[in-house]
T-cell receptor
């Protein structure tokens, strides 16, 4: 089955700086890679996703890149703000399978 | 408002005392799922349901039961809870089954088994 590894487990950044979270996956059949954000006391919420037919996707301050050859994908947050503080999960799946989540990254944005 | 609701949000119980965590969605989604979240392990799927009366095991099903008698409800049952089931539980739903679907998560149920 699919195995997703996520790094780092914690990330502390100064407000205004960029944050990068990296994930690797094992199943070459995986073709869907979402990122979820979990704020304190809430359930995870989808913030961006990418499918295997594109290499990069951007939505305002967040972007995701995918390298299918190397089987890794990354989340980039630019100009970080205090409200970006949360736990971020990457995930991977193929068209018929279930999502496999990474272990999560605790992001802390300090003013 | 489209949402997934879970009850209770917090629960403290003792070993062996049967409990049920309810989950309901109002989006007419076919697919529903239960996850547990533990530090350093991320979200692990317990059970899922592709439609009414269709359920299947996820990655960590031992000690849990589910049922899907109605499309909107997907309760999680712990027949004889044990301390290793202390965790944060999330119910999720998506419009269809399949890995490419956006999942909508409930607010979570924090369970402590003494």
């Amino acid at each position: 089955g699919e195995n997703v590894e996520q790094h780092p487990s914690t990330l502390s950044v100064q407000e205004g700086d960029s944050a990068v979270i990296k994930c690797t996956y094992s199943d070459s059949a995986s073709n869907y890679f979402p990122w979820y954000k979990q704020e304190l006391g809430k359930g995870p919420q989808l913030i961006i996703d990418i499918r295997s037919n594109v290499g990069e996707k951007k939505d305002q301050r967040i972007a995701v890149t995918l390298n299918k050859t190397a089987k890794h994908f990354s989340l980039h947050i630019t100009e970080t703000q205090p409200e970006d503080s949360a736990v971020y999960f990457c995930a991977a799946s193929n068209s018929w399978g279930k999502l496999q989540f990474g272990a999560g990254t605790q992001v802390v944005v300090t003013p | 408002e489209a949402q997934v609701t879970q009850n209770p949000r917090y629960l403290i119980t003792v070993t062996g005392k049967k409990l049920t965590v309810t989950c309901s969605q109002n989006m007419n989604h076919e697919y529903m799922s239960w996850y547990r979240q533990d530090p350093g392990l991320g979200l692990r799927q317990i059970y899922y349901s592709m439609n009414v009366e269709v359920t299947d095991k996820g990655d960590v099903p031992e000690g849990y039961k589910v049922s899907r008698k109605e499309k909107r409800n997907f309760p999680l049952i712990l027949e004889s809870p044990s301390p290793n089931q202390t965790s944060l539980y999330f119910c999720a739903s998506s419009e269809l089954a399949g890995g490419g679907e956006t999942q909508y998560f409930g607010p979570g149920t924090r369970l402590l088994v003494l």
